[in-house]
């Protein structure tokens, strides 16, 4: 069924028409109480998934309702007193379609001629737009962007970036004649009734800078009564390199009274990019940039050197000042902190601090805390972020109508400083509308190395590590594309970038190659497939064929999946043994072919009052490899929805406890359960000591597990990431009230005892007595108390700091964060007080002398008594 159709009806009393349903309907507009039916008129001919229906209302029986297919050349015109007739075009209509006073327009599908009819009926005249007016006329190449009804006709404008043209038609029987014409506009505002007549606003923008000139013309004569600009910095991304600038895919005109009382136009710009600017007065008075309310996917990129940002033109930094300035916030540090500040010293000192910080520099630090964020958008988006202030350091707007990337990827990493790293990403459309798109960045700068439309679809990416391409300065980041072949049939792979050496690479490794496919259908029973590959696809992927994976292990389970999770097994892993309190050592499980799947009742699920006793969810811990079930663990009482995460050797998973209404968490430890002994002799003088492990020969495991209740329900978890894993992790819960919570997974440990008085050997590995219920406490929300409005995702990326992980939360909000999951230990905190440092130097060596000569002093006058 088409969308309803709205018109509000002029009177006293406002009404609104709406055309649902094919029927015609009044409402109040006030209180919204229906007043009757104007006609049951049935656009029956026309209704359809694709049909448009609009509704003109002059009084509360003077509606009409128009109704058309685009791609039809048919358009079905309905009143009171007339059945729907229709009436025939000369050739297929487009989608572009207006109804105002003079009647409907409509654009044809090739949008070179537009097609009117008034609001009393009669034939569809079309005209041909192309050099309609004085002169060269009326230009485009491409579809209009813009068809707004007037008082007396249409106004067109087409966004055509080489020819962008705009147009103010008169309606008349014979079909349509131009009032006035602008030969460089690129959009027009619907029209605005005021004191001095109907008026619009024609928008001119200059692609190479990005200046806006705003005409205010009346819509009778097209005379200009007003205008504004050029205005600079109503588009302020800092495009890339090579980057057409966005169009302006909608204008809203407004009106304002003056301080002389006189009447005053501003206009609200909508871009292509999806970014919003308001232009009163010749000036920018906000802009939004709305493309980062719709962030999919995110990855940390380093930043340029110093030597790189610097450039010729740039003034000598005065160091004398930049010193004395520093000097007098040390000396303001170290009286606020002996509270002996006066009020304006202490705003002195939060200005100069502000000043001085280098969190907002352009270039890399040392500690790796300064970072970009690359960013993909629904809008097909791609742009760069600083970390320290959120800024936009540079952007590549989509095109319209192209697809919107969905990925981003590590591409290429050089071993110099003088390249950038680059950055790739992917966009895959809908199945069955050709290949993935792919773009390789440069994070610096966002230019465009290289683009290319696969010949095949990218449904899932298998990582395969770096590998240093041959007599090249550079790391090379190799992935398996997987194409799904359709239900039943094994996938097709594809290296990416199909290289010699990435060739190479699969030849003499593809044994030791497996990725999973969740060929799970909705609420049915969950599916798990493993494939592999044998000689035939080593063959076909050395020739630079794609080739056929073959099915290794499928899983299948007669529950509903709620949660499936793989660990990462490129993450930094510092130690395998950890060592107790009573100095034996444990040997953690660290597969990284290791999975873990929750399966149970999903939630809406409803249960018989006899089965709810009988209610269990179900925690399989699965090898990728062979597809064996590692370890298998059933949850009572426990059941939809669920978030799960794998950390090294750590299972955390929440579940909804029926049985007590309350969410809880069941944390799993995996160990080897081998009969291993460490000897440090063996250790240095005899490497086959050890023994290697391989999933095709399983050691036994021992599994340590606990539950605990919790009060910050998860859409999602994860944890942070710190550079070698030395550090402590947090459990990061994505909340339902969309904050981040870190929790400290020493609180989760499964060895927590339960007693309240811990032994010497607890108390040295920090053991916190168990609770069954995990802490709830304010510090701990890594949001703070501010909310991330539709919180999706987070990315935890290590510093170059062992104590630091780098967080970036995003969804509605943009939020990132610096963590220290163990305190910075490594580090001094950025509002350290060099000057009271340098204060008590002084005064402890003061003392010491005058100690050193008071003694002295004393001492000869001791020997002279």
Known sequence: TPQPALALVPGVNPQLAVLSDGRISLFDALTGTQRGEVTDTQLLASTGSNSQWFLHATSPTGVTAYSFTPGSSEVYVATQTEVATPLQASSPLSATAAVGPAGFAVLSQDFRSICTTGLAGGALTCTQLQGLGPGPGFRHSGPATHLVATAEGWALATGDAEHPSAVLLKSSPEGVSVVSLWSHASAVSRPLNGAAGQHMAVVQVTPSTGAVLVQYVSTTTGVEVASEGPITGARSDKLAPGVIGPSVQAVVMGS????????????????????????????????????????????FAELPPAMTVATGTDAPPNLKAQFMQFLRMQMLSAKVQ??????????????????????????????????????????????????????VIWARPGAVGATAPQRLLAWRTYHDLAHAPQMATLATPKQGSGGTQLQVLDTYTGKEIT???????????????????????????????????????????H???????????????????????????????????????????????????????????????????????????????????????????KYRYLNPNTLVLVTGLAPGVVVPADERDFIAATIH?????????????????ARGPAAAVISENLVAVQLWDASSGRHAITSLELYDASDRHFSVLDHLFNPNATKPQSSYDPVPLEVLSASFFTRTPAKSLSTTATRVGITSKLLLALTATDQVYGLDIRFIDPRRPHRAKLTPEEQEERLIPYQDSLPLMAPLFVTFNKQVLGLSNVLAAPARLESTSLLFAWGVDLQYTRLAPAKGFDSLDDDFSYGLLIVALVTLSSASIFMHWYIKQKMVKAKWQ
């Open 451 to 493: 683009a290319a439309t696969l010949a095949y679809r990218v449904d899932k990416l298998v990582p395969l590590g770096a590998v240093a391409e041959v007599g090249e300065h550079f790391d090379q980041q190799l992935y398996l594309a997987v194409s799904l072949n359709g239900e039943g049939a094994p996938p097709s792979v």
């Open 495 to 585: 290296l990416l970038p199909d290289t010699s050496h990435a060739r190479s690479y699969f030849a003499a490794s593809y044994r030791s190659i497996h990725f999973w496919l969740d060929e799970t259908k909705g609420t049915e029973a969950t599916r798990l497939v493993g494939y592999g590959f044998d000689l035939v696809a080593a063959t076909a992927i050395a020739a630079g064929q794609p080739a056929t994976a073959a099915t290794v292990w499928t899983v299948a389970v007669p529950e509903s999946r709620l949660a499936v999770e793989a660990t990462d097994p490129w993450a930094p892993v510092h130690t395998a043994a950890k060592v107790l309190g009573d100095r034996s050592m």
């Open 621 to 637: 811990v699965i090898d990728t490899v062979t597809g064996s079930v590692l370890h298998q663990q059933s949850v009572p009482g």
């Open 338 to 391: 002996f509270k002996i500040a006066l009020p304006e010293e202490v705003a002195e000192f939060t200005q100069l601090r502000a000043e001085l910080s280098d969190k907002q520099l352009p270039h890399r630090d040392s500690r790796g805390f300064r970072r970009s964020i690359i960013v993909t958008t629904a809008s097909g988006k791609v742009a760069a972020l600083h970390n320290g202030d959120g800024r």
């Open 256 to 299: 304002y009274k003056k301080r002389d009382q006189s009447e005053g136009y501003r206009v609200l710009l909508v871009w292509s990019d999806e970014r919003i600017t308001l232009l009163q007065q010749g000036v920018v008075v906000w802009t939004r940039d709305e493309a980062l309310a719709g962030v999919t996917s995110a990855s």
